[in-house]
């Protein structure tokens, strides 16, 4: 992969508030909210998100993403190999972060304690 395109995406998603990269990932960058992974890039370019199965099938019906190249369920791919492909990548990491944080906000209602940053 492009190493530009990589760091355009990460200064991007690292300036999400609570949001991680996680260390010591020779083949893949993994982005986390908290403990819960927003996504990753391989390699070769290739960004995997899990969406619940509605979004999922959305996203590959519009063309947004495609499924999955292991066909894991719920997980869509994209091919991030030129500049045009980089606001479609963060469209769909930013619908993860959102995605997470929604959730998170849930678990503290919840649990009735207050939100913190993570």
Do not use: C
Not at 80 to 102: M, N
């Amino acid at each position: 992969m492009n190493d530009e395109l990589l760091a355009e995406i990460e200064r991007e998603v690292l300036g999400w508030e609570g949001v991680r990269k996680d260390p010591d990932r020779s083949q893949v960058a993994l982005y986390r909210l908290g403990r819960r992974q927003i996504g990753h890039i391989h390699h070769d370019g290739v960004a995997d998100l899990t969406f619940p199965r509605e979004t999922h099938d959305e996203l590959i019906s519009t063309g947004k993403a495609d499924p999955h190249r292991g066909r894991f369920p719920a997980v869509v791919s994209y091919r991030i190999h030129t500049q045009k492909d980089v606001p479609g990548a963060l469209e769909l990491f930013r619908l993860s972060y959102d995605r997470a944080k929604q959730s998170a906000r849930r678990r503290h209602a919840r649990s009735g304690e207050e939100e913190v940053a993570m």
